[in-house]
């Protein structure tokens, strides 16, 4: 068990680009979650996966963001046209059914 | 919807004396998890303890015990003989048995322990 993994640890871009986060879950965990935490505040859930299926979004999710998990492993989360409400810390879960959620360390994102 | 709600922003204890967290939540579920999670300032949330709705009886790991009212919709949690080392924000949350099972976050307490 060598926990969830989140590539990169922080991130800084310029307003109105894109960027792309991974989470590399537990292995054999089939929930994969991204959820938002802001300065302060407790994590917002954004999206879920159940192996490969994205069986629920936020609507926190809006269009210019977009979640994948190919062949239910590894997840990626892209931001389009970044905007300044997207700072946030990004972070990522993985669990089996019915047992509690294991979190990364997140990706923080700065926009300039 | 479900809400979780943590009125304690900040709260301080001396070393090795006992501290008590609340959280209230409000779901119409009869059966569903609440969780304390704790973070440090490295920022990994780490699980401190789970309760299912449905036992009786409280949940307790070590030093740390949870009040779980469920008629009052109340999820306390007690630490005892605290450490420097339980200094964190401490989020409580729910989640539901079925479906996606995300979780619902309060806004955390952030917890400073006087040596």
């Known amino acids: 068990d060598t926990g969830v993994s989140q590539d990169p640890r922080h991130k800084i871009t310029k307003r109105g680009q894109n960027v792309t986060f991974r989470c590399d879950p537990i292995?054999?965990?089939?929930?994969l979650y991204w959820y938002r935490q802001t300065l302060g505040q407790g994590p917002e859930f954004l999206t879920y996966f159940q192996n490969e299926a994205q069986l629920e979004k936020s609507r926190l999710l809006s269009d210019r963001f977009s979640a994948e998990r190919p062949k239910g492993s590894f997840s990626t989360l892209e931001i389009q046209r970044t905007e300044q409400g997207d700072s946030a810390m990004y972070l990522c879960?993985?669990?089996?059914?019915?047992?509690?959620?294991?979190f990364g360390d997140g990706t923080r994102l700065s926009i300039l | 919807a479900q809400t979780v709600t943590q009125s304690q922003p900040e709260m301080s204890v001396q070393e090795a004396e006992t501290v008590t967290l609340s959280c209230t939540y409000d779901?119409?579920?009869?059966?569903?998890?609440l969780f304390w999670y704790k973070q440090p300032p490295s920022r990994q949330m780490i699980l401190v303890i789970r309760?299912?709705?449905?036992?009786?009886q409280n949940a307790t790991e070590n030093r740390f015990s949870v009040n779980f009212q469920k008629a009052a919709k109340s999820f306390s949690l007690k630490i005892s003989d605290s450490q420097l080392g339980d200094a964190a924000m401490y989020f409580c949350?729910?989640?539901?048995?079925?479906?996606?099972?995300?979780?619902?976050f309060g806004q955390g307490t952030r917890l400073t322990i006087n040596p």
């Open positions: 949350a729910y989640s539901p048995k079925e479906g996606a099972q995300k979780l619902v």
């Open positions: 292995s054999e965990h089939n929930r």
């Open positions: 309760q299912e709705a449905y036992k009786q």
């Open positions: 879960a993985s669990s089996r059914d019915f047992q509690p959620q294991h």
């Open positions: 779901t119409s579920e009869s059966d569903y998890y």
